[in-house]
Structures are given as C-alpha cells and as structure tokens.
C-alpha cells in the first residue's frame, strides 16, 4: 500500500505555520508597506517547521511496511496516481484551501481514501465530513496504526486512542520529507534540520492556550529515545541542527537535567532551538548547561506586561526582573531569544497594550512577534466567548484579528497596532546597535 502524506502549500502570500499554536496554524498579517513586506518576507524564508504531527506518522506508516510519500503541495496533479491513501494535515488558518484540495482530490483521484488529522479536524471534524472519508480526532497515531494493519473504518469520525507511553511510538520519519528538501530552519540560519520532541502537551493552566486542550497534560519521551534520534539524524543524515516542537521544553526538571547531561556526553556536535517558559529554568546555571549541549536559538511567551491580566487567565506572570535577568544570562551564553507577545487580552485597555509592546521595547529580544488574543475552539476560554465572536470565519482565528466583541477595545484598533508593533520593534536605534552585528554573523 503506498501512503501520502499531505501539508496543502498555502496560497495567501502571508506566513502562515500550519502546526503552531497547538496545531491550529499561525499566520501572520503584517500589512503592506515596504518594512512590513520586508519582514514578511524573511518570515516566510527563514522560519520553517514542518509538521511533526506527519514525520511521527511516516514513523507508523514505515513500521507497517507501507511506502510513503510526503508532500507540500498545492497541486492535486502532484500526487501519484497508484497512491491508497492520503492523510492531510489540517489547520483553522487555511482549511478553505485544504477542503478545496480533498474535493479536488476526490474529483480527480476518486479511488483515493483521504483521511484527515490534526488538531483542527479534532475540534471541528464536520469541516472536513463532506468530503473525507475519515477524521481523526486526538493524537493520530494508534488510529492510523489500525487502519494501516487492519483496513478502513466503517466510521467517519473516529477517535483515536492517546498514547500514554510515547516510548512506544515509532520514530519520527523525516526521510519522505528530506527527499523533498523540506527541512526545519529558523530565523536567519542556512542550517537545515528536522523537528523533535522531548515531551507532549501541558501541565500550565493558561485557558487560552491550545496545547494542553488537544494534547492534554504533558508526557514525556526518555532521554534514551530521543538521543537515539538525534544520532540517527546526525549521523546518517548529517543532519546538525534540531527543532524541539515541545511546548515547553524542560518542564519535567528531573528528567530535564538528565537529558542535559546525557546529551553533552554523548559527544554529538549539533545545535538546536525549543520553546519554553523562562522561569521553567530555576537556576541561571540552567541556561549555560543547555547552551553547552547546544542551544541556539529559544522561543519564550511573555505574553504581558499586565501580571493581572495573565492572572485572570490563569498563566502564571514571570516578574520582570527575573525575564531581564534570565534573557541577559541567555544571551551572554550565545543564545538568540525571541520573545512572543499577546495583545488584546479580555479586559485590556490601549494604555496597557502600549505598556506591553514598551516592555517588548526594554527586554529587546533579537527576535519578538505580537498577536491577537484569539479564544480558539477546543480551549478552556472559548465557551466563555463563543456568544461574542464577530461571526468571522473561522479562518480568520488565526492569531492576527480580533474575532470577539471585545469590551474595551476595538478591531480597528487591534489590527493596526499589532501590525505596526512589528515595524516599531525592529526598525529602531537600540535594536540595530544589539542586533545588527549577530544577525550579519549569522547570515554571512
């Protein structure tokens, strides 16, 4: 049986990440003029993930003796025409274009059986009814393990069991997508990788935040599973720099310490990026531990400037003393930070958004990116907005607009701040003195 794996290629000029944000997707709309496209563009060139959610099941696909192939496409005509299945990723910020593709596929291979995974399909599998002939909701695996070994469900809609102990998973495949030349990179780096994972899902308690929702409470990968990993990629593949995709890597600190230590033994000379709490790190000493076993490059959410907003949304605030403190450690260790930050939380006023991208301003980060509170389906916060959403496609939830009647501020408003927060951040003298030197280093 030959199985496709399938990322539909966008085709909205905008950054668009199809597996960030818990899985919901990510774009970023920073409007038109010459700085904004200017940053758009470097987005859209130099930070890439592919989907780990199809890498795991190429894993599952390769043990069931299956052959695989990967795709990002936007041509139907693409596919091979002796493919039996094709598992599509989905996502809310581009299912118009990925249900148009299935129909497609239907129209022009009908003998083909599309299934549809992810994190989107999960929360709003009738999206996709019409015209797949299988969803998946919750972490694919097992289900598709079935359906390889055993044949296609009777059931649309199937709920796929969670796997408790990832260790049994196979390993992720990135074969398929390498021979495509698909390869993980982050900002500003000529490095190709892969993406990997130490753990899954969330123990925090944000209840606007998609990753504990759809993954649940975070388990954890053996540092033995994952070293294993990094050497077949290394040394097979001579593959030096890794994605962790964890939503917050080294939240486990016992077993953290122990990857750490392993990893520096082990001798592999890679480098590698992850995203993660600051205050997930209770010693500073933390910091130079996982820049010597190779960290490059840290994605960490702020979020505010306002500690009792995050209150109110049950994240857990990082003092401001403690995230100058902890960045300036981090960037002396030779680790370029980006910072993300949320705008628009409920109940905010103007003077505490302008606060929150000042503060941005003082940390000054090489990296920052600023969004739209966006109450996603699935989250603990939705049900408390579904009666205000603006009746905005769903498309449009996509971290970049505000989809809710909010009580003190307004869309106009929101759009045009987050959009010029970006050329604001960047385009000013103190950024250009810290920055300017490492970001030639690193291109150059």
């Not at 392993?262 to 790190?281: M, P, V």
Request: hydrophobic share 40%; glycine share 6%.
């Amino acid at each position: 049986m030959k199985v496709a794996l399938i990322e539909v290629k966008p085709i909205q000029n905008e950054y668009i990440a199809k597996e960030m944000a818990g899985g919901l997707g990510k774009r970023i709309t920073l409007g038109n003029n010459f700085w904004a496209t200017f940053l758009r563009n470097q987005l859209t060139n130099s930070f890439i993930a592919p989907p780990i959610s199809l890498a795991s099941l190429a894993g599952v696909a390769m043990a069931c003796n299956h052959g695989i192939k990967a795709y990002h496409i936007a041509r139907i005509e693409d596919i091979e025409r002796d493919t039996d299945i094709a598992i599509v990723l989905s996502s809310m910020v581009d299912y118009h274009n990925e249900v148009n593709f299935i129909r497609g596929i239907k129209t022009l291979l009908p003998r083909l059986k599309v299934i549809v995974v992810g994190s989107f399909a999960s929360a709003m599998p009738e999206i996709y009814a019409g015209e797949a002939d299988c969803i998946i909701k919750g972490d694919s695996e097992l289900a598709v393990q079935k359906i390889l070994s055993e044949g296609f469900p009777v059931e649309k809609i199937i709920v796929s069991e969670r796997p408790e102990d990832l260790n049994t998973l196979p390993m992720l495949n990135w074969e398929p997508f390498m021979r495509n030349g698909y390869y993980a990179r982050r900002p500003f780096s000529k490095e190709l990788g892969v993406g990997i994972q130490k753990s899954r899902g969330c123990s925090m308690t944000c209840n606007y935040c998609p990753y504990a929702a759809f993954y649940g409470k975070a388990r954890h990968f053996d540092s033995d599973y994952v070293l294993k990993m990094l050497e077949h990629y290394h040394d097979r593949h001579q593959i030096n720099y890794f994605m962790f995709r964890d939503p917050n890597f080294g939240e486990n600190r016992k077993e953290f310490h122990v990857f750490m230590e392993k990893l520096i033994n082990s001798g592999l000379k890679i480098n590698w990026s992850c995203e993660a709490r600051l205050d997930t790190f209770k010693e500073d000493s933390d910091f130079g531990l996982m820049a010597k076993a190779g960290l490059r490059y840290i994605i960490t959410g702020i979020e505010s400037s306002d500690e009792e907003l995050l209150k109110q949304n049950l994240r857990r605030p990082i003092k401001k003393e403690d995230a100058f403190r902890k960045l300036k450690v981090l960037e002396r260790s030779g680790v370029i930070v980006q910072t993300n930050y949320i705008l628009g939380f409920p109940h905010e006023t103007q003077e505490s958004v302008y606060k929150t991208i000042e503060y941005a301003k003082q940390l000054n980060s090489m990296f920052a990116t600023f969004h739209v509170f966006t109450p996603q389906p699935g989250t603990k916060i939705f049900d408390d907005y579904k009666n205000r959403l603006l009746g905005l496609d769903w498309q449009e939830f996509n971290y970049s607009n505000l989809v809710w009647g909010h009580d003190t501020l307004t869309k106009d408003f929101l759009d045009k701040i987050t959009s010029n927060a970006y050329v604001e951040y960047y385009f000013r003298p103190k950024w250009m003195l810290k920055h300017t030197g490492r970001l030639l280093k690193t291109v150059f």
